[in-house]
């Protein structure tokens, strides 16, 4: 079955690094477009990350300079570098992707969620 696994969340300090993987499972064609969200207790989901497909990749003011974004190809997988983390990065962290896959008859595109990982950054 088609879908992404997310890996990589943790507890680490202030100022420390985590990367955040998102692997696609399943025969997959290619992916297109791509994003990292976030949500903190009592506040809504936000973009952290985009990156559409043929399009500039884009950051929230709040992690600009300190994350990034990428993919690769070749393992079907999307990356979220975490630098410089402070205690309001805390969050669950989700995956998101447009992924394009063969039913065998039909190509088929459609957008998938990662199942969420925990990010914690204490003081």
């Known amino acids: 079955q088609v879908q992404l696994v997310e890996s990589g969340g943790g507890l680490v300090q202030a100022g420390g690094s985590l990367r955040l993987s998102c692997a696609a499972s399943g025969s997959i064609l290619r992916i297109n477009a791509m994003g990292w969200y976030r949500q903190a207790p009592g506040k809504q989901r936000e973009v952290v990350a985009a990156m559409p497909s043929g399009g500039s990749t884009n950051y929230a003011d709040s992690v600009k300079g300190r994350f990034t974004i990428s993919r690769d190809n070749a393992k079907n997988t999307v990356t979220l570098q975490m630098n410089s983390l402070k205690p309001e990065d805390t969050a669950v962290y989700y995956c998101?992707?447009?992924?394009?896959?063969?039913?065998?008859?039909?190509?088929?595109?459609?957008?998938?969620w990662g199942q969420g990982t925990q990010v914690t950054v204490s003081s």
């Open positions: 998101n992707a447009d992924l394009v896959y063969s039913s065998g008859i039909y190509v088929i595109s459609r957008n998938y």
